[in-house]
């Protein structure tokens, strides 16, 4: 189950006798919100640079108009160069992509143990 930040901003939590703080749990689900939240607008960002970066390339590729000896081993090394490239921005795309995940699966993890403890009875003091 993905959770969005704006999902975890409308989390409402009744009140309950010997239950949290509700001012400690609302500052946690802050900082989870914005945590989630940073994340989204990076990938965001990522994604549109990269979209920008493969645009780019295509622009710069050479043409397939024919070309001299020296021409056409300037096009094979052009097309190493794009290729090189493409690579990087998939790897980047990739490790981007991955990076996002973890950050929302802790931030799922977190929220659901939160809400266990929520849940749970509270202990009481021996007396």
């Known amino acids: 189950m993905r959770i969005s930040a704006e999902e975890v901003r409308e989390v409402k939590f009744s009140v309950a006798l010997r239950g949290y703080a509700a001012d400690e749990v609302d500052a946690f689900l802050e900082v ?6 940073e994340y989204e607008a990076s990938r965001r960002e990522h994604q549109e640079e990269i979209k920008w970066l493969r645009s780019t390339l295509d622009e710069y590729r050479p043409g397939g108009s024919e070309e001299t000896d020296s021409g056409s081993e300037s096009k094979v ?40 403890v929520m849940e749970s009875p509270p202990d009481h003091p021996e007396s």
Do not use: N
């Not at 950050?103 to 929220?111: C, D, P, R, S, T």
């Open 77 to 116: 090394q052009a097309d190493e160069v794009v290729a090189q490239v493409r690579a990087m921005i998939d790897e980047a795309a990739r490790v981007s992509e991955q990076m996002v995940e973890q950050v929302l699966e802790a931030g799922e993890h977190l929220l659901d143990q939160f809400r266990k």
């Open 32 to 37: 989870v919100t914005d945590t989630i939240s």
